[in-house]
C-alpha cells in the first residue's frame, strides 16, 4: 500500500468542529495527518494524527526558509497560496512518504482509501484539483512543478508568493489569473479528478452539493458511521463521499459525538441527541422529506 500523508499548518484558534474532523482522520488509520499549529488545546489526537506545535510565527518562518526572497505571510489565510510548495517546506516532516497532500479542516473524512486506491496513486502524479484536498507524488520533480512548470499565461508564483491577499494557487483560480491547477492542465499533465467528495455551497441553506447534477433537485442530509460518510434522502442511501466538505459553514455540535455515528442536517450535528430527540427534527424533516416524517427518519437513524 502507497503511503500518503496530509499537511495542514493552521495558525490560531483550532474551530469547534475540530474535534469531528480528529474523529474522521482517525478512521482512516493507514493515512497519516501533519498538523501545524500554535493551538496548544488538549484534543484526543488519534494515532495517525501528529501534531507539531509552534509558536506563534515559527510557521511563517519555517515557509521562509525555502526561499531567498521576502515572502508576505501577514496573514494565516495566506498560508493556502503556499500549498503547491509544502513538498519543498515541508520535506523534513514527508521522508518516506509516497504521496503527500493538502486539506482544510472544514471538512468530515469518509473512507479515504475506497476513493483514493493504490490503481489510482500509482497511474497518477497528482490527485484532484482543488484547494480543500489535494494529493501529489513525493519526488523532486513534482514538488517543484508549481516553480518549475511553464506558466502559460497564469500567475507567476514568485509574485504570488511576494502578495499580502490571497491568489487562491493551490487551486484553479481563474479569477486570479490561474492557479497551479491551471497550470499544470496548460502543461497537458493527466491528473486524476473525479467528483469524490460533497463540496457543498454555503451560500444556500439547505445542502447543494457542486459539480452533482444528480443531487441538485434532492433533499438530503448526510450521516457518518464506521468511517463512511453518505448522503441520504426519504428512500434511503443516495451516494458515499471520500469528503464533505462545509466551507466554513457554521455548525452547531450538540453534544460531544463519538466515532459511532452522528447526523448532520443543515446546520446541525448531533448523535445521541437526534436519535433521542427525533421529533425536535420534526420541523426541519418536513421542509426536508413532506410527510410520513417518522419513516423517514427513522431511514437515517437506523
Same mark, same amino acid.
Given at each position: ?11 490560531? @484558534? ?10 474522521? *482522520? ?26 507539531? $506545535? ?10 521562509? =526558509?525555502? $526561499?531567498?526572497?521576502?515572502? /508576505? ?5 495566506? %498560508? *493556502? ?26 471538512? %468530515?473524512?469518509?473512507? +479515504? ?20 484536498? *489535494? ?51 496548460? /502543461? ?9 467528495? #460533497?463540496?457543498?455551497? &454555503? =451560500? ?24 463512511? !460518510? ?15 466538505? $462545509? ?15 452522528? $447526523? !448532520? ?12 430527540? +427525533?421529533?425536535?427534527?420534526? #420541523? ?7 410527510? &410520513?416524517?417518522?419513516? @423517514?427518519?427513522?431511514? !437515517?437513524?437506523?
Amino acid at each position: 500500500m502507497l503511503s500518503v500523508a496530509f499537511v495542514i499548518p493552521y495558525e490560531g @484558534k483550532l474551530p469547534e468542529y475540530f474535534g469531528l474532523w480528529l474523529i474522521t *482522520c482517525g478512521s482512516n488509520p493507514s493515512i497519516d495527518f501533519l498538523v501545524f499549529t500554535d493551538d496548544t488545546t488538549v484534543y484526543k489526537y488519534p494515532t495517525n494524527v501528529k501534531p507539531t $506545535f509552534f509558536s506563534k510565527g515559527e510557521l511563517g518562518e519555517l515557509i521562509q =526558509k525555502s $526561499f531567498d526572497f521576502k515572502v /508576505n505571510i501577514e496573514r494565516p489565510y495566506k %498560508f *493556502c497560496d503556499y500549498r503547491p510548495a509544502y513538498g519543498e517546506i515541508f520535506a523534513d516532516y514527508l521522508r518516506g512518504y509516497d504521496f503527500w497532500g493538502h486539506c482544510d479542516i472544514d471538512l %468530515f473524512w469518509g473512507n +479515504i482509501r475506497k476513493f483514493v486506491t493504490d490503481d489510482i496513486l500509482r497511474r497518477y502524479n497528482r490527485i484532484y484539483t482543488r484547494g480543500h484536498c *489535494c494529493l501529489y507524488r513525493n519526488t523532486t520533480e513534482v514538488n517543484a512543478w508549481y516553480r518549475e512548470l511553464p506558466r502559460c499565461g497564469c500567475q507567476d508564483w514568485k509574485e504570488v508568493y511576494k502578495v499580502p491577499e490571497a491568489r487562491c494557487f493551490d487551486e484553479w483560480g481563474g479569477h486570479c489569473g490561474g492557479g497551479v491547477s491551471a497550470i499544470i492542465k496548460e /502543461n497537458g499533465i493527466e491528473v486524476y479528478d473525479a467528483v469524490d467528495m #460533497a463540496d457543498l455551497n &454555503r =451560500k444556500r441553506g439547505r445542502f447543494i452539493v457542486g459539480r452533482r447534477k444528480d443531487l441538485l433537485h434532492k433533499r438530503f442530509c448526510f450521516k457518518y458511521g464506521d468511517g463512511k !460518510i453518505a448522503a441520504y434522502d426519504e428512500n434511503g442511501e443516495l451516494s458515499e463521499f471520500l469528503y464533505v466538505h $462545509f466551507q466554513k459553514r457554521k455548525l452547531l455540535i450538540k453534544e460531544n459525538i463519538t466515532s459511532e455515528f452522528y $447526523f !448532520i442536517a443543515p446546520n446541525i450535528v448531533g448523535s445521541r441527541w437526534a436519535k433521542a430527540n +427525533i421529533f425536535r427534527c420534526y #420541523a426541519y424533516a418536513c421542509l426536508l422529506f413532506g410527510g &410520513r416524517v417518522k419513516r @423517514k427518519l427513522m431511514i !437515517i437513524f437506523k
